[in-house]
């Protein structure tokens, strides 16, 4: 038995009033300065099909600012579910230019400052790792990098149904509770990074309650308009992964340090690796991009054998997926098929070459590539991972037809929807 | 303030908190500050986040650097890690102190060898003294001003909420402030309530983080303002141990490091040596009273460009040369000139000639025997008008052989000679080094 999701109701997030602040004329206003500055910073670099797509990609911008500006008080906590989410049930896009979304994340912040005492409830669907941090800088908040991180908790990864927690959450040093979260005097928000590894379980619940006296009135809504207006353009500049992207190789060596973060630039239909900072846990990413021609498909073989979570995701030149819900434009573990001999071999193509691992490029001139890993705390345990260019008739299959494909879209969409539900045990939090 | 708030004595030079007499600028704090910050950039933490904002510079930049941009880099990057260490001593609002001399070159004084701090994307204009003083969005707070003669030409308070400094959310503009009877001191509150009948006020948000002054020098015998804070509520946490300040800074040393970089991108974008229009200030982040003007140079050796300037009625402005990062060369050159530096042509226009050799002329803008440099011109004091400032500044200039200056100056230019110029160049040193004066 599910319900429509009470902790969006029970969050300060109000989707109407998000979307009376996104046409507000300041965020109008923010976003053309936004535009502008985006097109400062890419240049001649904007492909004529990204191009088209920079109105949307540039209204997403906007409206995950919206979100943050509409529960950016710590005075009044609530919780924002869903960021960096795609277009879907319970409003617009929040992601826009270099976004990097993953559909196996449920990202969920709340605002915290190096004064207030908070109570955080959190109640898990199981076979999720939840990780909460306190981070500092609001570009990287969604990112979670290490280096903006500082507080940190995580469930693990062998969290059971049901199973509850409750974070204490200020500037108090508490070495005695393994719940505490310590602010510091730069702190911006509590970030709440649960991974979806089965995308039919239920939303976790979250509830915030502030201890102590709050030390203003809500924000109105011109102040938060004008708050999403200086985020929306403020944070243009932490944008630069997405111009990296697409630019030659950096001068010097040792930028593997960045190189996670950045995206730093790669020969075409090649795949490149680095260690992932992202959540402070350690992991690596694997980045291609890819230039395909009508016929071609790129085919990545994976040896899953040192790998407990991982993920390969096709993105469109902001680094925004195209329609996560309805189209296998990503795979995680749960949603790929693996060989007896533990390999598995993903093939991104435009049309559907019949294989089980098929990613959908989903039309997309110059795709690109994320392959997130979790190395179970190995630190040496970097993904054995190849890529290389073949014909779509090399690797057709008939392994899987139309009418089956059909079957994992349809159940694709269920499950993906399953993200904005909460049970009803949940939702009595 | 409420009747309850204590009343603070007026600012004294020398009382003790002011060390010198003649220098508004030499503080207790500001001394403090220094001397922590000198010591703090030998912590392998904050050595680790220099090399990382040295990695992240790096890469952001790709293969697109010039090779002379490469020459100082570490010590631009040294300056960048400076910055920020000294921002992270004085940024808990608990216990704000007044912190000057950001964005300024390296010097000596009170026995101390202080970096500069300067860095990528910094842009500073050399004129200024800047002060920083955290602030946040829900205490009170009193600033106590004094200016000295000569008084400062213009002193823009803006309150700001990010690192950089550049969004601003609240302002007062120097030619608004009311003085006490004195005609010398002033007092502005600072919370997050409206003015409502107070004179001088700063109204903050929610993400408010600073107050940002620029005590700008048009002559620079002028003298800073002396500034003191004063927190009206109690603090709401202990002070930032060491420990959790070097963190703060390596925070800091990072997190800047993009925004800063898009920054510099944005004033390298326009093709060189092409002049784009005039913009309010407000729309690429700073002040908003100000127009300024961001352009990219190339010139060869034997080459020079000569800008045209149209005052726009402004009552000051200033044309600054940058490296390729986008930070001030060495203030005691001809780097850079403002209105009183300059020399002006009969029709009220200003011709400045950039260039890696001396042209003889008086408004050369050296550009420290770099080809590839940035310009920014900022004009202040323009007329007011509802939708911000008025005036219509303008410039436009071409690139030319030394060998053809002459030809493209205007009648009139003022030449100079060699002693002319050794003469200019040792007044600019000695009015600099009023600065570190005590």
């Known amino acids: ?429 | 303030m409420t009747a309850h708030d204590p009343v603070f004595p007026p600012i004294q030079l020398g009382d003790g908190y002011f060390l010198s007499e003649r220098n508004p600028t030499a503080t207790a704090d500001q001394v403090e500050i220094e001397s922590r910050a000198i010591k703090m950039m030998r912590l392998p933490l904050i050595q680790w986040a220099r090399d990382q904002a040295r990695l992240g510079f790096t890469a952001l930049a790709g293969g697109d650097v010039p090779a002379e941009a490469w020459v100082n880099f570490d010590q631009v990057i040294d300056e960048w890690t400076f910055h920020y260490v000294l921002l992270a001593l004085n940024s808990d609002p608990n216990y704000p102190k007044v912190m000057g001399h950001f964005f300024g070159p390296p010097h000596e004084w009170f026995g101390m060898k202080v970096p500069g701090s300067r860095g990528p994307g910094t842009a500073e204009n050399v004129d200024n003294n800047y002060t920083v003083i955290p602030v946040d969005g829900i205490s009170r707070f009193l600033l106590q001003g004094r200016r000295f003669e000569p008084h400062i030409g213009d002193c823009p308070f803006q309150i700001t909420t990010n690192l950089s400094d550049s969004i601003n959310v609240s302002s007062l503009d120097w030619r608004d402030m009311v003085f006490e009877e004195d005609g010398e001191s002033f007092t502005i509150t600072i919370d997050p309530h409206p003015a409502e009948g107070r004179r001088n006020h700063l109204q903050t948000t929610i993400d408010s983080r600073y107050i940002f002054i620029r005590d700008g020098r048009m002559d620079w015998r002028q003298k800073p303002n002396a500034y003191r804070i004063h927190r009206l509520d109690p603090p709401n946490r202990p002070p930032l141990s060491d420990d959790e300040t070097a963190s703060l800074a390596a925070r800091f040393v990072l997190d800047d490091v993009a925004p800063m970089f898009w920054f510099k991108q944005m004033v390298s974008a326009p093709e060189p040596n092409v002049m784009p229009p005039v913009v309010v200030s407000s729309s690429v982040g700073g002040m908003p009273s100000q127009k300024i003007l961001c352009a990219r140079l190339k010139i060869a050796r034997d080459e020079a460009y000569v800008l045209n300037l149209g005052t726009g009625d402004a009552g000051y402005w200033f044309v600054g040369n940058y490296q390729w990062w986008l930070m001030s060369g060495d203030f005691w050159k001809t780097n850079s000139l403002n209105n009183l530096q300059s020399t002006a042509n009969h029709d009220g226009t200003y011709t400045y000639v950039f260039a890696l050799q001396d042209p003889g002329v008086h408004n050369w803008i050296d550009t420290l025997e770099l080809e590839e440099t940035l310009i920014m011109i900022r004009w202040h004091l323009l007329p007011q008008t509802h939708d911000g400032p008025g005036g219509q500044p303008w410039a436009d200039g071409k690139l030319v052989k030394l060998s053809e200056l002459d030809r493209n100056l205007p009648p009139n230019t003022t030449h100079v000679t060699p002693a002319h110029r050794a003469e200019q160049l040792a007044n600019r040193r000695a009015l600099f080094e009023l600065r570190y004066a005590h």
């Open chain 1, 1 to 429: 038995m599910t319900v429509v999701t009470e902790t969006q109701r029970s969050s300060t997030v109000d989707y109407p009033q998000a979307l009376a602040v996104l046409n507000h004329p300041a965020v109008v206003a923010a976003q053309r300065n936004a535009q502008m500055r985006f097109s400062v910073l890419l240049g001649s670099d904007v492909t004529e099909a990204a191009r088209v797509r920079m109105d949307c990609a540039l209204r997403e911008w906007s409206f995950r600012h919206v979100l943050l500006a509409l529960n950016s008080d710590p005075n009044h906590p609530g919780v924002t579910r869903n960021l960096l989410c795609a277009p879907g049930p319970v409003g617009p896009g929040s992601r826009g230019p270099a976004a990097a979304d993953d559909p196996d994340l449920d990202l969920a912040v709340i605002p915290v400052d190096g004064n207030a005492r908070l109570r955080l409830s959190m109640s898990h669907s199981g076979s999720s790792d939840c990780t909460v941090q306190i981070t500092t800088n609001l570009a990287q908040t969604l990112a979670g990098h290490a280096d903006t991180v500082v507080a940190h908790w995580t469930t693990g990864t062998s969290t059971s149904r049901g199973q509850t927690f409750t974070l204490s959450i200020g500037p108090e040093a508490d070495a005695d509770n393994a719940n505490h979260l310590q602010s510091t005097v730069d702190s911006r928000y509590v970030l709440i990074r649960t991974r979806r590894t089965d995308w039919m379980a239920p939303a976790s619940g979250y509830r915030v309650e502030r201890i102590n006296a709050t030390t203003a009135a809500p924000l109105t809504h011109d102040q938060i308009a004008a708050l999403a207006a200086r985020y929306i353009v403020d944070q243009v500049g932490n944008a630069y992964p997405i111009r990296r992207f697409h630019q030659p190789t950096a001068h010097g060596a040792g930028t593997e340090a960045w190189g996670a973060r950045l995206f730093n630039a790669i020969d075409v239909n090649t795949l490149a690796a680095s260690p992932d900072d992202a959540a402070g846990k350690l992991g690596h990413l694997v980045r291609g991009r890819l230039r395909l021609g009508p016929d071609e498909v790129f085919v990545v073989t994976m040896d899953t054998t040192d790998a407990t979570l991982w993920s390969f995701t096709a993105y469109d030149f902001w680094l925004m997926t195209c329609d996560p819900a309805n189209r296998c434009v990503s795979r995680n573990r749960s949603q790929t098929r693996i060989s007896d001999d533990g390999t598995c071999t993903y093939v991104f193509s435009a049309y559907d070459p019949g294989v089980p691992n098929w990613i959908d490029i989903a039309g997309i001139d110059e795709p690109l590539v994320l392959g997130r890993f979790d190395m179970a705390g190995d630190p040496a345990g970097a993904p054995a991972v190849t890529g290389t260019i073949a014909t779509l008739a090399d690797v057709r299959s008939t392994e899987v037809d139309a009418v089956q494909r059909q079957v994992e879209l349809t159940k694709r969409s269920e499950s993906y929807a399953m993200r904005f539900l909460v049970d009803s045990h949940r939702a009595s939090m």
